[in-house]
């Protein structure tokens, strides 16, 4: 089992950032990649970024690229989100995830474990 603890959550103005991290403890050794996803009420949760464990490649959401920034730190077992330039569009409920089979980081329904997951609201 893993266990993720997303923070960073929070009410930010259009045009400011913030960032999110999240934290994995349990069987990481077994993690392949990592992801963030976000939902928004009455819309799909969304692919929003993700990163290999090892070798840190990276893959972003095309209309969120050049904005948002995933990171990781393999010592603290914890993945970043920076988000930059925030819109309203961006507000939602933010997951981390996490994948130990595998399979493409881009679809949520690969992934094994989830966090609770932290708010977002960009004002206009």
């Known amino acids: 089992q893993v266990q993720l603890v997303e923070s960073g959550g929070g009410l930010v103005q259009a045009g400011g950032s913030l960032r999110l991290s999240c934290a994995a403890s349990?069987?990481?050794?077994?993690?392949?990649?990592m992801g963030w996803f976000r939902q928004a009420p009455g819309k799909e949760r969304e692919f929003v970024a993700a990163?290999?464990?090892?070798?840190?490649?990276?893959y972003y959401a095309d209309s969120l690229k050049g904005r948002f920034n995933i990171s990781r730190d393999n010592a603290k077992n914890t993945v970043y989100l920076q988000m930059n330039s925030l819109k309203p569009d961006d507000t939602a409920v933010y997951y981390c995830?996490?994948?130990?089979?595998?399979?493409?980081?881009?679809?949520?329904?690969?992934?094994?474990?989830w966090g609770q997951g932290t708010q977002v609201t960009v004002s206009s």
């Open positions: 349990g069987r990481t050794f077994s993690v392949y990649g």
């Open positions: 990163i290999r464990w090892s070798g840190g490649t990276t």
């Open positions: 995830a996490a994948q130990s089979r595998g399979y493409s980081l881009l679809y949520y329904r690969g992934y094994d474990y």
